[in-house]
C-alpha cells in the first residue's frame, strides 16, 4: 500500500514534469520500452465467492522503475496503447498468468484457482490473438478455462462482428469472458446483448458510494439482476467495507475483489496471504 502511494506521489511529480517539459515523454517512451519486460511485474489481486472463500485473482501489471518506483498502469497503459507497446506488454501478462496457472496445476491447494487477464482491444483486434493465446495454452498444457480474458465495451468500439467472431474462437477452445467496468462505456446494453460472455464485472465507481447513495445502490441492483437474467456471473470490483460486501450479497452478486478482501500483490505475498489453508 505504502509502495503504490509513493509510486504515485513520484507519478504526479512526474506528470508535472511533463506539462513543463515535453520532452520527458520521449524519455518515458525509451525508458518503457527498455523496462518490456525485465522492469515489469505482475500482481495478484484476490476474487472471492459469497463465503469469502478465494476462487482466484485478477493479474494486474505494474512498472517497478529503477528511479522512480512502482509505477501505477492507470497511468502507463494509455501510453503502452498510444505507442503500440502495449501488444508486447500484453503477452508477457498473458504468459506470466498462464506459467503461474501452470504452477498451480500441480498444487492440490490452488489447482483450481482463475486467473483474469487484461485485454487491452488493439490487443484483441491483432490478427493472429486466437493463434498467440493457443499457442500458449499448448506451451503450458493449462486448462483453458482456468483463463479469463477482461474486455472493456472500448473492444467493441470498431468491428463488432470481428470481436464476436474472435471471441466465440476462444471460447470454443474453453475461454472464459469478462466485461470489465461494465456500465461506464457507451452503449453497455447493445454490447451486451451481443458479445458471447460468460462474467459482468461491476465498475467500481458504481460500487464505491452503494451503501451511502440511492441511485447508485438501484443501478448495482439492477445490474446484477440484468447480469444473473442472462446467466452471467457477476463480479464488483473496488469492495472496500463489510458493508459493501453485505449488501451486494444481498443483491445476489456472486463475486468480490477489492481492498476489503486483499490489495494486488507479488505472487509470493499473494499466496501467502490468500491460500493459506483457512482461506483455501
Ligand atoms: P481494472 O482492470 O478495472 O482493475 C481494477 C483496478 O482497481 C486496479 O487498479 C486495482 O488495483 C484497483 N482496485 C482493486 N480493488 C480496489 C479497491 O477496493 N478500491 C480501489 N479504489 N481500487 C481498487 P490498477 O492495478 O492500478 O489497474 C488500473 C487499470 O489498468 C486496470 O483497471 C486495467 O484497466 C489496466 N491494467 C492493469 N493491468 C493491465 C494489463 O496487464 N493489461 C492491460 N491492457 N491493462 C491493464
Ligand atoms: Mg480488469
Ligand atoms: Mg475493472
Ligand atoms: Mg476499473
Redesign the pocket.
Known amino acids: 500500500a505504502e509502495a503504490k502511494r509513493r509510486g504515485k506521489h513520484q507519478w504526479v511529480k512526474f506528470e508535472s514534469c511533463l506539462l513543463e517539459r515535453l520532452y520527458e515523454r520521449e524519455q518515458f517512451k525509451e525508458d518503457f520500452f527498455a523496462a518490456i519486460p525485465s522492469q515489469l511485474c505482475v500482481y495478484y489481486?484476490a476474487q472471492v465467492n459469497q463465503q469469502g472463500e478465494l476462487v482466484g485473482a485478477?493479474?494486474?501489471?505494474r512498472w517497478i522503475h529503477p528511479q522512480r518506483g512502482l509505477i501505477?498502469?492507470?497511468l502507463f497503459?494509455p501510453l503502452a496503447e498510444e505507442t503500440g507497446m502495449?501488444i508486447p506488454?500484453?503477452l508477457w501478462?498473458l504468459r506470466t498468468a498462464c506459467l503461474q496457472l501452470q504452477k498451480w496445476e500441480t498444487d492440490p491447494v490452488r489447482q483450481n484457482l482463475t486467473i483474469a487477464?487484461?485485454?487491452?482491444s488493439q490487443e484483441f483486434n491483432e490478427v493472429d490473438y486466437v493463434k498467440q493465446v493457443e499457442t500458449l495454452l499448448i506451451e503450458t498444457g493449462i486448462r483453458p478455462y482456468k483463463l479469463k480474458l477482461?474486455l472493456t465495451e472500448s473492444a467493441l468500439a470498431s468491428d463488432v462482428d470481428a470481436v464476436v467472431e474472435k471471441m466465440r474462437r476462444l471460447k470454443d477452445i474453453g475461454l472464459r469472458f469478462s466485461l470489465?467496468?461494465f456500465g461506464t462505456g457507451f452503449s453497455s446494453l447493445n454490447y451486451l446483448r451481443r458479445m458471447p460472455l460468460n462474467q459482468l464485472k461491476i465498475d467500481?465507481s458504481f460500487v464505491r458510494e452503494v451503501t451511502d447513495n440511492a441511485s447508485d445502490a438501484s443501478i448495482v441492483k439492477t445490474v446484477i439482476a440484468l447480469g444473473k437474467g442472462l446467466g452471467l456471473s457477476v463480479i464488483a470490483?473496488?469492495?472496500?467495507t463489510a458493508e459493501q460486501k453485505q449488501l451486494l450479497a444481498e443483491f445476489g452478486c456472486d463475486l468480490y475483489?477489492?481492498?476489503?478482501f486483499g490489495r494486488?500483490q507479488p505472487i509470493d505475498e499473494f499466496e501467502e496471504a490468500m491460500t493459506k489453508p483457512e482461506h483455501a
Do not use: K, R
Not at 485478477?58 to 501489471?61: D, F, G, P, S
Not at 487477464?117 to 487491452?120: F, I, P, Q, Y
Not at 470490483?237 to 472496500?240: I, T
Open positions: 489481486q485478477e493479474a494486474l501489471v501505477s498502469p492507470a497503459i502495449i506488454v500484453g501478462v487477464v487484461n485485454v487491452s477482461e470489465d467496468d467500481q470490483e473496488g469492495v472496500e475483489q477489492g481492498y476489503f494486488p
